[in-house]
C-alpha cells in the first residue's frame, strides 16, 4: 500500500514524498493507523526544520494527530474502527505505534479537527500543573502559542487569579482574554513587572509559566515572581541563559525553578502535579467533549499535505499569524 509523509529533505526544505508500505507484521502491542489529520506545532517543527534541534535529514517529524485503527496486535487493547489520539505521530497518512503513545476517542461526535489539539493542550496543562498552584494564586504565561493558549485556559479552570497573560502579538493577546486571561501585556509594556505587582497586591505572580524558549525569558519572569514563587520552564530554551543574578532573583526571594519539559512525565505511576500524558490527554478530550475548552479560535489554516512545502516555508520566516496548522489526510487516505 501507498503512504503519503511530508519529509523534511534538508535545512529549511519540506516535501510530500510518497512511498510503498509493506503489510507490517504486528507485535503485541502495536497498532497499524490511518490517519485523518495531523497538528503541527510551529515552535517546535520550525527549530527541526532548521536544523536548530539538531538530529540529521532527511527528519520525519510530526507532533500531533487524530488516526483510526486499521489493525491491532492481541494486547494492544483497540478494535478496527476506532479512532485514537495518537502522541508524537508522524506528519504520514499511515503508520505504525505502540499503544502507549494512543488514547481512545470515546467520543463520535468530537470533530478530529478539535480532539487533535488534545496532545498540544496537554503539554501546556503539565507546564501548570508541575508549580502545583493553588485555588486564588495568581499566575502568569508568558508566551502565547498553542502551549501558553491552553496553559492559559487550564490555570483559569483550576481558579487561578489573577490571570496575567504576556505575548508580544495583539491577536494572541485577545485570544487569552477570550480564555479567561484578566490581564494582557506586551512584553515590552513599560514597567511591565510593576503592572504585575500591582494586580497581585503588590507581591507579583504566585506562579510564572514560562513557555517562550527564549533564554532571556526567564530573567524577565524573574523579575515580577512573588517571594516563594514558582516558575515552571515550559518552552524549550535551546540555547543558554548566559547572564542570571541567581542570589537576589532566586536565592534570596527564595523562588523555585522547575523544569517543565513534556518528557519529564512518569510513563505509568501518575502522583500529584506528575500525570502520565495519557490521563493529560484522556481529561483534554471529555473537556473538549464537554464544550469547557474550545479550540475553533486557534484554528486558522486547514491544508492538504501537498500544502506542506508552502506552508512550512511561512513557518521558517515565522510568520506570527501562523498559530493552529492542522493537515488533513482523509484526501489521501485512498491514493
Keep these: 500500500m501507498k503512504r503519503h509523509s511530508i519529509v523534511f529533505t534538508a535545512p529549511g526544505r519540506a516535501e510530500l514524498q510518497t512511498s510503498e508500505m509493506a503489510e507490517p ?10 490517519t485523518e489529520c495531523t497538528l503541527v506545532s510551529p515552535g517546535t517543527e520550525r527549530a527541526c526544520l532548521l536544523g536548530l534541534a539538531g538530529g540529521e535529514f532527511p527528519k520525519y517529524l510530526g507532533y500531533s494527530a487524530v488516526a483510526k485503527v486499521l489493525r491491532a496486535g492481541e494486547e494492544a487493547g483497540f478494535l478496527p474502527g476506532e479512532r485514537v489520539a495518537v502522541y508524537h505521530s508522524m506528519h504520514t497518512s499511515r503508520l505504525v505505534k505502540q499503544t502507549q503513545d494512543l488514547v481512545r476517542i470515546d467520543d463520535d461526535a468530537l470533530p478530529a479537527h478539535t480532539a487533535v489539539f488534545a496532545i ?33 485556559r487550564c490555570a483559569y479552570l483550576n481558579g487561578l487569579f489573577p490571570l496575567i497573560a504576556i505575548d508580544y502579538n495583539r491577536r494572541r493577546r485577545e485570544l487569552a482574554l477570550a480564555f479567561g486571561a484578566d490581564a494582557a501585556f506586551s512584553p515590552d509594556e513599560p514597567d511591565l513587572a510593576e503592572k504585575i505587582r500591582s494586580l497581585t497586591g503588590g507581591k507579583g505572580a504566585d506562579v510564572v509559566v514560562e513557555v517562550t524558549g527564549n533564554p532571556e525569558a526567564l530573567n524577565g519572569a524573574l523579575d515580577f515572581t512573588a517571594p516563594f514563587g514558582r516558575v515552571t520552564l515550559t518552552g524549550c530554551s535551546r540555547t543558554p541563559t548566559h547572564e542570571l543574578d541567581f542570589y537576589h532573583k532566586v536565592h534570596r526571594p527564595g523562588i523555585s525553578i522547575i523544569g517543565a519539559h513534556n518528557m519529564a512525565r512518569p510513563l505509568h505511576d501518575a502522583r500529584p502535579g506528575n500525570w502520565t500524558m495519557r490521563e493529560d490527554m484522556a481529561l483534554l478530550l471529555r473537556l473538549f467533549s464537554a464544550g469547557r475548552i474550545r479550540t475553533e479560535s486557534l484554528l486558522n489554516v486547514v491544508a492538504s499535505p501537498a500544502d506542506a512545502p508552502v506552508i512550512f516555508e511561512r513557518i521558517t520566516r515565522g510568520d506570527p499569524e501562523l498559530l493552529g496548522v492542522i493537515f488533513d489526510w482523509k484526501s489521501f487516505a485512498e491514493r
Excluded: N, W
Excluded at 127 to 144: D, H, I, Q, W, Y
Design 25 to 34: 507484521e504486528l507485535k503485541r502491542d502495536e497498532v497499524l493507523l490511518e
Design 120 to 152: 498540544v493542550a496537554a503539554m501546556g496543562l503539565q507546564g501548570v500543573r508541575k508549580a502545583r498552584p493553588e485555588f486564588g494564586e495568581s499566575l502568569a504565561v508568558m508566551g502565547l502559542g498553542l502551549l501558553g493558549l491552553f496553559a492559559v
